[in-house]
C-alpha cells in the first residue's frame, strides 16, 4: 500500500486491502464431498477426513463417529501409516484395505489413509465464553483457503465459521488436509443467509467487523470488544454489498505495494491475530 505524508492509505479496489488476488482467476469451487467412483460416494451427512494430522484428530476427538477406516496395500511402509493403524484397530473402527487407485479418487495427495467420519462439529452456544471469535466467508470457494482458515481459526480460539449453503466451498478432503486438525475443533456451519445469524449474534454481544478496501480505519486502530464476528470476503470479489452492510464497521489492513492483495486466509489469519492479541495480551 502506497504511503503519503507518512500515513498509510489504499486507492484500489480489492477484496481486503487492495486488487484482486494475484490478478489470476480464482480457482474452480469445490462443492461438498464430489468423487468421481461410486465406490468412493458418502452420504450427505458423512466427509472424507485425508491427511496424517487431519486423522490422527479425528481418532482423538470423535472416535465413535468414525465408520470405516481405508488404508493403501503397502500401508506398512508409508509415514505413519503403522500408528493411524493400530490406533485405528484399538478403537475398533472397520477397516478396509484399498489399491492406491482408490484413495487417489478421494484425494491425489493423501498419505495412505482415509476415513469416513458421521456428521460435522456443532456449534455449541455454550462453548462461546467471555472473549469469543467467529467468522463470515462470504462466498470463499477454494478449499485451500477454506481449509487454511479453519486451522488458524482453530488456533486462534475461535468458535465457529459460517459459510453460505450456495457458492462456496464446503468440507471437501482438501478441506481437511489443509486444516490439519482444524475442522475437529471448529464447527463450519452452512447457512441460507447471513442476516439472522448475524442479528442473532448481535443480541448475544457481538460485534461485527468487515474487511475492505472502502474502510477508513486499520484493523490495528480498532479497540475490540470481547465477542468479534469478522466478515471476510470471496477471493475475487470481495464482501457484497449486502454483507457490508451487516456490519458495524469496516476495517482494512495495511499493504506497502498498492497492486498486490493479501490471500483470503493470509487476511483473515491477521484479523484472528489481532483480536486474539487483544482480548488475551493487550495491557489493560
Same mark, same amino acid.
Given at each position: 500500500?502506497?504511503?503519503?505524508?507518512?500515513?498509510? !492509505?489504499?486507492?484500489?479496489?480489492?477484496?481486503?486491502? $487492495?486488487?484482486?488476488?494475484? %490478478?489470476?482467476?480464482?480457482?474452480?469451487?469445490?462443492?461438498?464431498?464430489?468423487?468421481?467412483?461410486? @465406490?468412493?460416494?458418502? %452420504?450427505?451427512?458423512?466427509?472424507?477426513?485425508?491427511?496424517?494430522?487431519?486423522?490422527?484428530?479425528?481418532?482423538?476427538?470423535?472416535?465413535?463417529?468414525?465408520?470405516?477406516?481405508?488404508?493403501?496395500?503397502?500401508?506398512?511402509?508409508?509415514?505413519?501409516?503403522?500408528?493411524?493403524?493400530?490406533?485405528? $484397530?484399538?478403537?475398533?473402527?472397520?477397516?478396509?484395505?484399498?489399491?492406491?487407485?482408490?484413495?487417489?479418487?478421494?484425494?491425489?495427495?493423501?498419505? %495412505?489413509?482415509?476415513?469416513?467420519?458421521?456428521?460435522?462439529?456443532?456449534?455449541? !452456544?455454550?462453548?462461546?465464553?467471555?472473549?469469543?471469535?467467529?467468522?463470515?466467508?462470504?462466498?470463499?470457494?477454494?478449499?485451500?483457503?477454506?481449509?487454511?482458515? +479453519?486451522?488458524?481459526?482453530?488456533?486462534?480460539?475461535?468458535?465457529?465459521?459460517?459459510?453460505?449453503? @450456495?457458492?462456496?466451498? @464446503?468440507?471437501?478432503?482438501?478441506?481437511?488436509?489443509?486444516? +490439519? *486438525? *482444524?475442522?475437529?475443533?471448529?464447527?463450519?456451519?452452512?447457512?441460507?443467509?447471513?442476516?439472522?445469524?448475524?442479528?442473532?449474534?448481535?443480541?448475544? %454481544?457481538?460485534?461485527?467487523?468487515?474487511?475492505?478496501?472502502?474502510?477508513?480505519?486499520?484493523?490495528?486502530? +480498532? $479497540?475490540?470488544?470481547? $465477542?468479534?464476528?469478522?466478515?471476510?470476503?470471496?477471493?475475487?470479489?470481495?464482501?457484497?454489498?449486502?454483507?457490508?452492510?451487516?456490519?458495524?464497521?469496516?476495517?482494512?489492513?495495511?499493504?506497502?505495494?498498492?497492486?498486490?492483495?493479501?490471500?483470503?486466509?493470509?487476511?483473515?489469519?491477521?484479523?484472528?491475530?489481532?483480536?486474539?492479541?487483544? !482480548?488475551?495480551?493487550?495491557?489493560?
Amino acid at each position: 500500500m502506497k504511503q503519503k505524508n507518512s500515513s498509510l !492509505q489504499r486507492n484500489s479496489p480489492s477484496r481486503f486491502s $487492495k486488487k484482486s488476488e494475484s %490478478g489470476r482467476p480464482s480457482r474452480s469451487p469445490q462443492y461438498g464431498n464430489r468423487n468421481n467412483s461410486k @465406490d468412493a460416494t458418502i %452420504g450427505k451427512n458423512q466427509r472424507w477426513v485425508v491427511g496424517n494430522h487431519a486423522i490422527i484428530e479425528a481418532l482423538k476427538v470423535h472416535p465413535k463417529k468414525i465408520s470405516r477406516a481405508f488404508f493403501q496395500q503397502g500401508w506398512e511402509s508409508l509415514y505413519q501409516q503403522k500408528n493411524i493403524f493400530d490406533k485405528v $484397530k484399538s478403537l475398533g473402527i472397520k477397516i478396509e484395505e484399498k489399491a492406491k487407485g482408490f484413495l487417489d479418487q478421494i484425494y491425489s495427495h493423501h498419505q %495412505g489413509s482415509a476415513l469416513i467420519v458421521e456428521g460435522r462439529p456443532e456449534l455449541k !452456544q455454550d462453548d462461546q465464553t467471555q472473549f469469543s471469535q467467529v467468522l463470515f466467508l462470504d462466498g470463499i470457494e477454494d478449499p485451500h483457503n477454506l481449509g487454511a482458515i +479453519c486451522r488458524t481459526a482453530w488456533l486462534m480460539g475461535a468458535h465457529g465459521i459460517f459459510i453460505p449453503e @450456495d457458492r462456496a466451498v @464446503d468440507l471437501t478432503p482438501t478441506v481437511h488436509k489443509v486444516a +490439519c *486438525g *482444524g475442522v475437529e475443533h471448529v464447527p463450519i456451519i452452512p447457512e441460507t443467509q447471513f442476516k439472522s445469524r448475524v442479528e442473532s449474534l448481535k443480541e448475544q %454481544g457481538y460485534w461485527v467487523y468487515g474487511l475492505s478496501h472502502k474502510a477508513t480505519k486499520s484493523v490495528f486502530d +480498532c $479497540k475490540y470488544p470481547q $465477542k468479534i464476528a469478522w466478515m471476510i470476503g470471496s477471493e475475487d470479489k470481495g464482501l457484497r454489498t449486502t454483507s457490508e452492510k451487516l456490519c458495524d464497521e469496516l476495517v482494512f489492513i495495511p499493504q506497502a505495494a498498492a497492486e498486490a492483495s493479501y490471500n483470503a486466509s493470509v487476511a483473515t489469519a491477521m484479523a484472528l491475530f489481532e483480536g486474539y492479541r487483544q !482480548q488475551n495480551y493487550a495491557s489493560s
